[in-house]
């Protein structure tokens, strides 16, 4: 009696749709509350709200209301390239995870930041969030396009227990 043997091989020529790429440094995100009504705080925070930066030498650091330390100036920007995004948010971050990718269906690079969002006691009324979030990867060529996207998830929820 003769046997047949099936073999069932994936033989996909084709490039992967996306590569994760290493990121060198994940920054902790900085933050600072601020009252909305506040016309001071809101001329000096609301121009950053979904700001995303590209940063190729220590010149190209935006002069924020942060600053930056030497973890950001002492870069050997001749093979890193910064990521600076900042959001405004009504909560703070909690967690956060980051991922950067090439997309090679459409040729860009892509930063997603994944965050979970911290609940106060009481709901912020007239407050907001500015958060200045920063990885650093592997130098980006001159005419890379590059975009930051977050998602969020929910951390700490009371789901009526």
Known sequence: MAGA???GCNHNDNPPTEVRLPIAVQYVPESVV????DEEAK????PWASKFVVV???DELPDDPFG???GYTDLNFNNTTL???YEIRREVYVTLENRFVKNYADGKYQW???IGNGYYDEPLENEAVLTRYAIA???LPEDAVVEAWTSITAVGWDWGN
Do not use: G, Q
Request: proline share 4%.
């Open 112 to 114: 997603y930041k994944t």
């Open 43 to 46: 001329e000096l925070y609301f």
């Open 34 to 37: 601020f009252d909305r009504n």
């Open 68 to 70: 930056f330390p030497k």
């Open 83 to 85: 990521l600076i995004e």
């Open 5 to 7: 043997a099936l073999c």
């Open 56 to 58: 190729n030498s220590a």
């Open 137 to 139: 990867v592997d130098k």
